[in-house]
């Protein structure tokens, strides 16, 4: 009981359940969460390692890159946390913003061929500019 408790506990937290949805989709590392999420590297960081911890994440090294997404045959707790999870935000209007962060990251990484914070975070408020416009 104890471990259901606390794997409560850490989905209970917002940015750490909008990290998880969007590895269930890509891997990602640590720099496209940050620009997609808008968070700092050590929030990123730290939650990823919470949720590497409570068995919800595998990693990939890819020279000085780190790559996490959501591991395959998670124990039954964890993959029914999952589906509930994502019938739940189904709809949920920050995960879509969320998805659509993805898809320009993934896009200017595409166009760039790099992984660069700055330039990704001027690309996306530029798309965003448009966007209202």
């Known amino acids: 009981m104890r471990e259901l408790c606390d794997t409560f506990k850490l989905t209970s937290d917002s940015s750490r359940v909008r990290i998880l949805m969007l590895l269930s989709r890509k891997e990602l590392c640590v720099c496209q969460l940050m620009g997609v999420l808008g968070m700092a590297q050590p929030l990123v ?5 919470l949720l590497y911890k409570a068995g919800f994440l595998k990693d990939r090294k890819d020279g000085k890159m780190v790559f996490y997404r959501l591991k395959r045959g998670l124990p039954k707790p964890l993959s029914c946390l999952m589906m509930v999870l ?3 935000l189904k ?3 920050t995960l879509k913003k969320d998805l659509k962060s993805l898809s320009d990251c993934t896009e200017f ?17 530029k798309n965003l500019k448009a966007a209202n416009r």
């Open 45 to 49: 960081s730290r939650n990823l390692s």
């Open 86 to 88: 994502r019938t739940c």
């Open 91 to 93: 709809e949920n209007e």
């Open 109 to 125: 990484q595409k166009k760039t061929g790099r992984c660069d914070m700055k330039s990704l975070m001027q690309y996306m408020k």
